[in-house]
């Protein structure tokens, strides 16, 4: 029996108490499984019905259609699952039809929309549903459908909540001045959380075109990070176009790469977009038996995005500014040793010249002019440092010698000195572009923790491609180690995590020990990766 919650008869005097508190019951909270549990509860209680349940279609799907009076119990109209709170006769829990006998069945509604429906089973007595039970529960499902819109309406504000908290997180984390790849984790990290997601990846530009997985956060191993989907890919082109892709299941559909789908089903692939520019994608993927995403989760997944990809454009400014400012001081300091430093160090040299040549004892001009040959060496040291300073990163040949040469003169700005370096084997010709990037962002996270942390007066820089790794394979290894005040009981150097994840990823590991102080002193940061 289907009854509407609209106008009709009026329930009986002695009632009207019981459904009072009944409706008091129904509207005091805004949790909406506790608001459906008491919407049974009550309706169980009013009709004196052994059974009572409420199905649910509207927070999986919006603008659900109402079920026709023949279709009873069936999963929903669109053959969509809907989720059951409460209890059902034993053998109907699941879909498919029911007999009509012993059934009351009153929809619910919100502002004209279909929510649900209420279902009552058998009569305590044994009899039929009455005229007063239908009253009851019409008027019940007339507050039902208020106490449920509020409810919907509260976990709609604490969803956007949770996103709005998110984006915040991002921008924070973007803009912090910390490490990039961090950062971009982070990004990764709070799309797969927000969204309900298996995995959340972040996809940017590579170099050789297409995009390239930069940060994974996922609930199983992945060996994502670092690949690349080329350009010709189907995805790859609708991301770079700006265009955002829904994809219901990801292992089946033939766009995706079959390597990372495996075990994916709903999928979001977003474009971080931001004044026209294409900035990469965030990709979210719930697992293959998961439920799709809904209109809202799509929009507030797309408004994430794009504050993420607003952010990502605002930390890009930040950093040029931050290496145009480095840049400035360096061309600073060329021009002062070239203008100042190797004009004394040339006059001095001058002096001592004269004063060799007035000298009497050989054995003071022989010291003296030791002393010249040294000023010598020491103003082509000079001269060959003002070179580096003055050049650019575009300058440089991609080589790994030259790029950790690059790393270690940007950070002799900061460290107020040059770390020493030492390179063992073929650097340039063995170690992989990947393995190669990698090793680079790692250097710059130990010089950058050293300068932050150490208070190190020297640091030595070691790659050595001659070593063997836990399981014996070739690798290079990168030793960046300080005389500084090592690492506090108990706590880990910032980065230090980051590094060991970086390495993992590659097949590789990274430590720390104690560093080149003397007795031990000071830290010494190990990250090792096969070719």
């Known amino acids: 029996m289907s009854v509407e919650p609209g106008p ?77 709170i409460g209890r059902l006769p034993p053998g109907h829990e699941g879909p498919g039809p029911v007999p009509a006998s012993g059934f009351l069945r009153a929809p619910i509604r919100v502002q004209g929309e279909w929510l649900g429906t209420f279902c009552l089973a058998e009569k305590r007595d044994g009899g039929p549903f009455g005229d007063h039970d239908l009253d009851m529960v019409r008027v019940l499902a007339r507050e ?118 495996r075990g994916y089903g709903p999928t979001l692939l977003l474009p971080l977009q931001s004044g026209g520019r294409v900035l990469g994608s965030l990709v979210m993927a719930r697992a293959g ?31 040029d500014r931050e290496r145009l400012a480095v840049f400035e001081d360096r061309d600073r300091i060329a021009r002062d040793l070239h203008d100042l430093v190797i004009q004394r160090l040339f006059a001095t040299g001058m002096l001592l010249e ?54 270690i003169n940007m950070a002799a700005v900061p460290l107020g000195f040059k770390p020493s370096h030492r390179f ?34 020297r640091i030595d820089v070691t790659v050595d491609v001659t070593a063997r790794l836990a399981d014996e394979r070739p690798g290079v290894r990168l030793t960046v180690a300080d005389d500084g005040v090592g690492i506090p009981e108990g706590g880990r150097r910032s980065g230090l995590r980051n590094l060991k994840r970086r390495a993992e990823s590659l097949g590789g590991d990274s430590w720390y020990g104690p560093g080149s102080g003397q007795e031990g002193g000071g830290t010494s940061v190990v990250w090792e990766a096969p070719y």
């Open 8 to 84: 009709g008869g009026t329930p009986h005097p002695d009632d009207v108490p019981r459904l009072l508190e009944a409706m008091r019951a129904v509207g005091s909270g805004l949790q909406l499984r506790s608001t459906l549990e008491r919407i049974c509860e009550t309706a169980a209680d009013l009709a004196d019905a052994r059974y009572a349940a409420v199905g649910l279609v509207a927070e999986y799907e919006e603008g659900a259609a109402e079920p026709g009076p023949d279709e009873r119990l069936r999963e929903d109209p669109g053959g969509r699952p809907v989720r059951w």
């Open 144 to 261: 039902a459908g208020v106490a449920l819109g509020h409810a919907r309406l509260y976990e709609a504000a604490k969803r956007r909540e949770r996103w709005i908290d998110g984006s915040v997180a991002v921008t924070t984390a973007l803009l912090s001045g910390g490490d990039a790849d961090e950062a971009l984790q982070v990004v990764a990290e709070q799309a797969r959380r927000l969204s309900d997601s298996a995995a959340g990846l972040v996809l940017l530009p590579a170099a050789q075109g297409g995009l390239e997985i930069v940060a994974v956060a996922s609930e199983r191993p992945s060996g994502a990070l670092g690949l690349v989907v080329p350009p010709e890919n189907a995805m790859a082109g609708h991301i770079l176009a700006g265009e955002a892709v829904f994809v219901e299941d990801a292992a089946s559909d033939p766009r995706m790469l079959s390597d990372l789908a």
């Open 289 to 319: 038996d998961a439920r799709p995403f809904t209109d809202v989760e799509r929009t507030l997944a797309t408004q994430f995005a794009s504050q993420a990809a607003l952010a990502l454009m605002m930390a890009e400014a930040q950093r």
């Open 354 to 407: 004269s004063a060799q040549r007035r000298s009497v004892l050989p054995e003071v001009r022989q010291g003296v002019g030791k002393a010249v040959d040294e000023l010598d060496v020491t103003i082509q040291e000079i001269r060959t440092a003002i070179f580096a300073l003055q050049q650019g990163p575009a300058e440089f040949p991609a080589g790994l010698r030259t790029r950790v040469l690059r790393e």
């Open 424 to 457: 063992v084997g073929p650097v340039d010709t063995v170690v992989g572009e990947l393995t190669a990037k990698n090793l680079i962002a790692a250097l710059r996270e130990a010089l950058s923790n050293a300068f932050r942390h150490a208070e190190a007066s």
